[in-house]
Every structure is written in C-alpha cells, then in structure tokens.
C-alpha cells in the first residue's frame, strides 16, 4: 500500500471505529484509556483534550543545554506531520496558557533518574522531569497521545487532539536495552539510526552494538588499519560487509544521545575473533592469518591468550573505542570460547577487564565471563547459563537479562517463519512478553538485575526489511518489560495495546511480522 492510500485508510479505520485522537469527530478525552506502550506507573484522567496549534511554542528551563535539545528534539518530531514550526523558546518562569513547557524547575526528584511528569490540560502541556533524560521519556509519552498520523513523514490533516491527564511515570529497571548485530550482516548508519528511533519509541536507553565476530570487523581503528582492509570486507554468505569509520560511529553516538540511548560497543574475545585473527598473522598461536569466514558456525576461533602483542592490540582497540564511547560501559563479548581453554580464558578475561577499567570504563560480558573474577562495576549479561549468572551475583555483579529462549530477537516465531533460528525457541510475540526478569531464574533475584537486553543476531537478518520482520511486533513488548512495573503487567492487556500499534507500524512502514496471536485492528 503506499503512504497516501495508507492514511486515507488509516483515517477511515479510526472514523469506523470512533477511536481516539484521529479526527475533529472524535476528540480523545480518557487518557487513561490510551494504548500507551509501554504502560505507565499512574495516569489520572481529567476528561477534556488539549490541541496543538502551529502558533505554540516550546518553552524550555533558561539556560541549560540539555533541556534545550530535548525541546528542539520535540519539534523535530512534531514538524514532518503536523508542519508546525515550533520556536523552542527559554523561560525562567512558567509561559502561560497555550503552549508546551518542558523543565527540570520544581521537578519531583523522587521521580528518580529518568522518571517524569506529564500534565496536559485544556489550555497547555507541561512536562517535568528532574533530568532531561526524563524529559526525553515524556516526550515519548507526548508522541503516542497524539494521533498516529503524527508518525507520518509528509503533512497531514488532522486535528492533533491530546486527551487531558497527568501521568507520573518511572521506570522499573535503569538498564533497557536491545542489541543489533552489526557483525554477522553489516547495517549502514542510516539502519542504526532507524532503529534507534524504533528504541526512542518504546523507552528504551541502551543499544549494544556486536561490532566484530568471525565474519567481520565494523569498526575503524586507527592504530590497526588492516582490520578493516581486510576483515570487514565480507559477511554472512559472502556479501561485501561494511565497517563505520570512527566519524560515522560518533555520528550514531550523538544520534542515540539525543533520544536518551547510550550506545555500548562490544569488541567479542577472546572467541568470535576470526576477522581480526584473517587480517593480523601475528594475533594467532601459530603466526599465521586466518582465511576470512562466511559461514555461522561458532566456537572455532580464538585470539592467542599467550602472546603479548594481543594485548597490545587489545588496548589500543579499547583506548580508541574509549575514547569516541561517552557511555561508561565497554562489552568484552567473552561467548562461546570454546577452543579457549579456561586456565587460558580465566586469566585473558582478567587482563582485558583491566585494560576495560584502565580506559576508564566498566566491562560487560556474556555469562560466560563470572568463571573470572570479576572487579567492582563489572555487569553480566545472563543468555545461556544461570550457573554462571550466579557465579555473577556471588561476585556481587549485576546481570543483565537476555535469556535465549525469551530476549533473543532472531529466533523464528514458528517453523513457518521465513528467516530466524529456533535452536534455543520459536519465540511468539506472547513469548517474547510474558515473562518476569525477576522470576524467571531461582538465582536471579530482582535486587540482582540491572536490566532486560532483547538481542538481535543477524545470522540470517540481511537488510533493514528482515530487521522489520524479526523485530516487531515484540519490540515494544521488551520495552514495557524494563520499564513498567510487573504488577501492572498482563498479556491479555498488553496485547489490546500491541493492536493499537498496528496503525504506527503501518504509518512508518514497519514489515511487522501479522502474530496470530493478536487481533489486529484489520
Ligand atoms: C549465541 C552466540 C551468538 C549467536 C547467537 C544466536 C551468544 C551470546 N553467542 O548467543 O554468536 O549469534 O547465539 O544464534
């Protein structure tokens, strides 16, 4: 269907089933009885709606950046649909009726990190957060009061009606990531950067990028120049790969910034290693380059834990990457090092969470790495093993939750399915959504988790149509599952709101995959 017969059907579905917020007929005016995804902590409905009007203006705190960027970030958003211009204007006192007021001015600090306030009313938007992370979660909120053609990339004729209401919201976990595998398959700025906004949507704020495996190196380093002359060159089946030069990398460093999502780069080893042991003899036992590999096999490749020139190679890597990542985490991959042994794999993870620590950052790992010990501020991340996870928390770590048969976003929904695995699961959307982190494990308690991680392997996943595919419906699902409380969570109504967000896929021509499981709106 193309865009403009999109929204004209769009409209008619909203006219035929008087749904909120869609056209002058219909004015939203229960805002708790919005699909918001992911649902917040209160909501409290006052019966009346708000409309935007191109002459408001965004009013944002005197003098503070951050606060700023998160006004222009609102205006960018709102300008494409509704062709609204909107000044971002300072103040140093509350602007009045009419217009839209974001500040961290008489913010209630028990909202916490990133929690926020929202209070629409007939004549304004006010939106207060103690922090301007805070600030970026409510504007998420903003986005999906607003009709769905809000979402739309060309001017639309609606009446951009919001229900009126105060929502108090935080979140649950302070970690909510979701992983793309840049490694297997390479994906251009341009898909990293759509699917960070696919994060910004849902309250997401972490995106671990799997920047090096067996198959390819994405990543400039500027002190080792051949592991992108050579090891970025192919990919799974043999297509010709890709790499981000450092200036590209910064490029979806910032981008993510604005939208309140820390990139965290993962650099695999000691396993996962064979790009970079094919472009540098010298990173192998026996002295001598690997040939590059297109297959997905894993476990066969390792880095030589004996030789000293490994870790110099692995702290330049480290100190480059350090020094273009402002987020305090490095991922040290650590999976699957089966050709490792672990008197060897013990002491190397030791070492390079060292060299992690010395650039100034905290490490994470897969499960893998709790055999090490592990320093103060080291993470977990929990996919396979919940001994080691709780090697972990002996430690006194944190984990991470990315549980293979539940987080990991490349596995098939059935058999059916026309890419993904199924050796942990065939992963329906109620799956992907209907579990606890904090419950899911014996040994894993809630006070042990720092967040939940979907992953997204791309042993299969070629372009940004099968990212389509494998990632939604269940995307906002994982996002509603590190923020909102569990006891506000339930499937039956999850899965109303899922429905609801049938129209925004279409509207930002997501591929979602059609779950039986839900009844969609059409
Ligand atoms: C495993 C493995 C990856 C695979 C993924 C999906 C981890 C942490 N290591 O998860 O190399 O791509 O499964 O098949």
Redesign the pocket.
């Known amino acids: 269907m193309n865009r403009l017969l999109n929204t004209f059907f769009i409209s008619s579905v909203f006219i035929a089933l008087g749904l909120s917020g869609c056209n002058d007929h219909y004015p939203p005016t229960d805002l708790s009885s919005e699909p918001l995804i992911p649902i917040p902590v209160s909501v409290e409905s006052e019966g009346n709606s708000f409309q935007l009007r191109h002459d408001m203006n965004i009013y944002v705190d005197e003098g503070n950046e951050e606060v700023a960027q998160a006004g222009e970030y609102l205006a960018t958003l709102l300008y494409p649909a509704t062709g609204f211009d909107l000044e971002v204007e300072e103040t140093s006192k509350n602007p009045g009726k009419g217009h839209i007021y974001l500040h961290l001015e008489g913010a209630d600090s028990e909202l916490g990190e990133e929690g926020y306030e929202l209070k629409i009313t007939d004549s304004g938007i006010d939106l207060k957060a103690p922090t301007p992370a805070g600030l970026t979660m409510g504007i998420a909120t903003i986005r999906q009061l607003l009709p769905i053609a809000i979402e739309s990339s060309t001017v639309q004729d609606s009446a951009w009606l919001l229900p009126t209401g105060t929502i108090r919201d935080y979140p649950e976990y302070s970690y909510r990531g979701a992983m793309l595998?840049v490694a297997?398959h390479f994906f251009p700025v341009q898909d990293v950067k759509r699917f960070i906004d696919y994060l910004a949507m849902y309250k997401f704020n972490r995106l671990h990028l799997h920047l090096s495996d067996d198959q390819g190196w994405r990543i400039e380093i500027k002190s080792w120049p051949k592991l992108t002359e050579i090891g970025s060159s192919t990919e799974v089946e043999g297509g010709e790969g890709g790499f981000y030069t450092q200036e590209e990398y910064k490029e979806i460093v910032n981008y993510a910034a604005v939208r309140n999502i820390m990139i965290i780069p993962e650099i695999d080893m000691p396993g996962?290693t064979n790009a970079a042991l094919a472009s540098y003899p010298e990173l192998n036992c026996d002295g001598k380059a690997t040939e590059l590999y297109t297959g997905t096999e894993?476990g066969f490749s390792t880095l030589c834990t004996s030789k000293e020139v490994v870790y110099k190679f692995i702290t330049d890597v480290i100190g480059e990457l350090a020094e273009m990542t402002p987020g305090k985490f490095i991922h040290i991959g650590g999976?699957?090092s089966h050709v490792t042994p672990m008197e060897d794999y013990i002491p190397f993870i030791e070492r390079v969470q060292d060299i992690v620590n010395d650039a100034g950052k905290k490490v994470i790992g897969?499960d893998e790495i709790a055999n090490a010990d592990l320093t103060s501020g080291s993470v977990v991340q929990y996919?396979a093993e919940a001994d080691n996870a709780e090697k972990a928390i002996d430690q006194g770590a944190k984990v991470i939750m990315s549980p293979?048969t539940r987080a990991?976003l490349?596995m098939q929904y059935d058999s059916t399915s026309r890419i993904g695995?199924h050796?942990a699961a065939y992963i329906e959307v109620d799956d992907a959504y209907d579990w606890d982190p904090a419950k899911i494990e014996p040994a894993i308690s809630r006070d042990d988790i720092l967040g939940v991680e979907a992953a997204l392997?791309t042993?299969t996943v070629a372009n940004m149509e099968d990212i389509d595919y494998l990632v939604f419906p269940q995307l906002p699902g994982y996002g509603e599952i590190g923020w909102s409380p569990s006891s506000k969570r339930n499937w039956a109504d999850y899965k109303e709101r899922l429905a609801a967000q049938q129209l925004r896929f279409e509207m930002l021509d997501i591929g979602y995959y059609r779950s039986p499981k839900v009844k969609w709106i059409n």
Do not use: K, S
Request: glycine share 6%.
């Open positions: 595998d297997r996962h894993v999976d699957e897969w996919w293979a990991y490349g695995l050796w392997w042993e």
